[in-house]
Nanobody, 123 residues
Framework: QLQPVESGGGLVQPGGSLRLSCTASEVTLDIYSIGWFRQASGKEREGIASISTRPKTAYSDSVKGRFTVSRDNVKNTIYLQMDSLETEDTGVYYC?????????????????WGQGTQVTVSS
């Protein structure tokens, strides 16, 4: 069973940076596309970034220019570099895995989900 695991969340001040990681044990992720999603308290979960196997990337308008998704297939890890963080970026961040080769910000496209990691942006 493919179970992605997120790490790297925490508390950061506005304007700061965090890097989230997504990996999976016993499964090689280089044949999958990965999506990053987040859910703020009281809001629906939204897709914010995705990277395909080629790799091609996609970003939501809310994070474009501030967040960067990348993958290191040697380390079997996908990263979400988050810069210029804002209080509105606070939420639980999830990585998700899908078998198709193209990126997507649509939740229904993803088959496997991690448990999430909390990101809090506050002064």
């Amino acid at each position: 069973q493919l179970q992605p695991v997120e790490s790297g969340g925490g508390l950061v001040q506005p304007g700061g940076s965090l890097r989230l990681s997504c990996t999976a044990s016993e499964v090689t992720l280089d044949i999958y596309s990965i999506g990053w999603f987040r859910q703020a308290s009281g809001k629906e979960r939204e897709g914010i970034a995705s990277i395909s196997t080629r790799p091609k990337t996609a970003y939501s308008d809310s994070v474009k220019g501030r967040f960067t998704v990348s993958r290191d297939n040697v380390k079997n890890t996908i990263y979400l570099q988050m810069d210029s963080l804002e209080t509105e970026d606070t939420g639980v961040y999830y990585c998700a895995v899908k078998p198709e080769w193209f990126p997507s910000l649509t939740q229904n496209a993803y088959r496997y989900w991690g448990q999430g990691t909390q990101v809090t942006v506050s002064s």
